[in-house]
């Protein structure tokens, strides 16, 4: 295992696709940060009733940069490396490179655990870089506006780290079976993209407007409301926040779940198919 850990893993740091999607998460934390700062200072902008200028801006500042990273950037942070996780695997499958691997010893669910391990831990560093990038805005804001800078409290941030980390967790493993799946990474990466997108994203807001009782309860369990919901359990539960539809607790239960499961199919498919 830790063989087939290494071996990913040193495949996984040199390929340019890793640091380019690591590299566009953290530049959308640092737009976060700029547009939100430009656009609060501009003479033309409104807040929303029952929010000020000033309670917006203070959602920038170093006290609350935990919150708003889980909150802002978990579920596009998790389309983005769903992407990295169905080219980890579905590549293989392009290159034909599955068979050379398996002929020089590790077994099939050695390699599986090593791709499953690697991505986890670029997830990993992602979310630290993640955090650290959103520090360092938050603190240049503080100072830019002369206010105190104050942090949250160390808990916090761990709080909101593990959860931005599940969550990117989750869809790695997704981004992974989809390619497993589907022995291949582009219509992995179209699939799984399209299910998030149009599926949980357009559908089942268009569906409830007709306030169907059991669709509610379908919601409940799908993997990107259960990831919305523990994003905005954590996050900065302002007054543009929206109410989780389940609590974190179950959420994170959800998601585990949905997690063990993804590495448990695609534990099956490996074993039960041919390579190609």
């Not at 389309?79 to 695997?89: E, K, R």
């Given at each position: 295992?830790?063989?087939?850990?290494?071996?990913?893993?040193?495949?996984?740091?040199?390929?340019?696709?890793?640091?380019?999607?690591?590299?566009?998460i953290?530049a959308?934390?640092?737009?976060?940060?700029?547009?939100s700062?430009?656009?609060?200072?501009?003479?033309?902008?409104?807040p929303n009733?029952?929010?000020?200028?000033?309670?917006?801006?203070?959602?920038l500042?170093?006290?609350?940069?935990?919150?708003?990273?889980?909150?802002?950037?978990?579920?596009?942070?998790?389309?983005?490396?769903?992407?990295?996780?169905?080219?980890?695997v579905?590549?293989?499958?392009?290159?034909?490179?599955?068979?050379?691997?398996?002929?020089?010893?590790?077994s099939?669910?050695?390699?599986?655990?090593?791709?499953?391990?690697?991505?986890?831990?670029?997830?990993?560093?992602?979310?630290?870089?993640?955090?650290?990038?959103?520090?360092?805005?938050?603190?240049?804001?503080?100072?830019?506006?002369?206010?105190?800078?104050?942090?949250?409290?160390y808990?916090?941030?761990?709080?909101?780290?593990?959860?931005?980390?599940?969550?990117?967790?989750?869809?790695?493993?997704?981004?992974?079976?989809?390619?497993?799946?589907?022995?291949?990474s582009?219509l992995?990466?179209?699939?799984?993209?399209?299910?998030?997108?149009?599926?949980?994203?357009?559908?089942?807001?268009?569906?409830?407007?007709?306030?169907?009782?059991?669709?509610?309860?379908?919601?409940?369990?799908?993997?990107?409301?259960?990831?919305?919901?523990?994003?905005n359990?954590?996050?900065?539960?302002g007054?543009?926040?929206?109410?989780?539809?389940?609590?974190?607790?179950?959420?994170?239960?959800?998601?585990?779940?949905?997690?063990?499961?993804?590495?448990?199919?695609?534990?099956?498919?490996?074993?039960?198919?041919?390579?190609?």
């Amino acid at each position: 295992m830790i063989g087939s850990f290494e071996a990913e893993w040193r495949k996984l740091r040199r390929r340019p696709a890793a640091w380019w999607l690591g590299a566009f998460i953290l530049a959308i934390i640092v737009a976060v940060y700029a547009y939100s700062w430009i656009a609060y200072n501009s003479s033309s902008f409104r807040p929303n009733p029952g929010q000020t200028v000033a309670q917006l801006k203070a959602g920038l500042y170093p006290n609350r940069f935990a919150s708003l990273v889980v909150s802002d950037t978990g579920l596009v942070g998790g389309a983005l490396i769903l992407v990295m996780g169905a080219l980890a695997v579905g590549s293989e499958y392009s290159w034909t490179t599955f068979k050379t691997v398996y002929t020089q010893g590790p077994s099939r669910l050695q390699v599986l655990g090593g791709q499953v391990l690697a991505a986890s831990a670029v997830s990993a560093i992602i979310v630290v870089a993640l955090y650290a990038v959103a520090a360092v805005s938050s603190t240049i804001i503080a100072g830019i506006a002369g206010v105190a800078i104050t942090y949250p409290a160390y808990i916090d941030v761990v709080k909101s780290m593990g959860a931005t980390w599940l969550i990117f967790e989750v869809f790695v493993l997704f981004g992974m079976f989809m390619a497993y799946l589907l022995r291949q990474s582009a219509l992995a990466v179209g699939l799984g993209l399209a299910y998030m997108l149009a599926i949980e994203g357009i559908l089942f807001q268009a569906l409830r407007g007709l306030n169907v009782g059991w669709l509610t309860t379908v919601e409940k369990f799908l993997v990107g409301q259960n990831a919305s919901s523990l994003a905005n359990s954590i996050g900065s539960g302002g007054p543009q926040s929206v109410p989780p539809l389940v609590s974190a607790q179950q959420a994170v239960l959800v998601l585990a779940i949905y997690g063990l499961a993804f590495v448990l199919v695609s534990s099956l498919l490996v074993r039960a198919r041919d390579v190609v």
